[in-house]
C-alpha cells in the first residue's frame, strides 16, 4: 500500500509562508511525485503546482510568483514552498503521485492551511 505522508500546514497571517512536505517510502523508480493539488470549502480540487520527472514546473496563475514546488530524489519527497500567502489560499492540499507501472494515481491525507489574521 503506498503511503504518501504529508506535513507542514497550519495556519498563518496574510503576508507569511509556509512550506508543505510529501514524503513516501516508495522507491523513485516505482513512484513519480508530481503535483500539489488543493481544497477549499465548497469548492472543486483544484492544481497548485505539478513537476515533471525531468524537472520542468508549472503552476496555477493565482499562484505564480509565490509558490515554489520541488523535489528532493535522495529522500523522494515533494515540497511546496508558499511565500505572500493570501486568505483565498486556504484550503487542504493534496500531495498527488503516480505510479510508473499501470499509471495509478495516489494521494496524500490532505494538510489543512489557513491564512487568516
Known amino acids: 500500500q503506498v503511503q504518501l505522508v504529508e506535513s507542514g500546514g497550519g495556519l498563518v497571517q496574510p503576508g507569511g509562508s509556509l512550506r508543505l512536505s510529501c514524503a513516501t517510502s516508495e522507491s523513485i523508480f516505482s513512484i513519480n511525485l508530481r503535483g500539489w493539488y488543493r481544497q477549499a470549502p465548497g469548492k472543486e480540487r483544484e492544481l497548485v503546482a505539478r513537476?515533471?520527472?525531468?524537472?520542468?514546473?508549472n503552476y496555477a496563475d493565482s499562484v505564480k510568483g509565490r509558490f515554489t514546488i520541488s523535489r528532493d530524489n535522495a529522500v523522494n519527497t515533494l515540497y511546496l514552498q508558499m511565500n505572500s500567502l493570501r486568505p483565498e489560499d486556504t484550503a487542504v492540499y493534496y500531495c498527488?503521485?503516480?505510479?510508473?507501472?499501470?499509471?495509478?494515481?495516489?494521494w496524500g491525507q490532505g494538510t489543512q492551511v489557513t491564512v487568516s489574521s
Open positions: 498527488n503521485a503516480r505510479s510508473f507501472y499501470g499509471n495509478k494515481d495516489y
Open positions: 513537476i515533471t520527472s525531468g524537472g520542468s514546473t
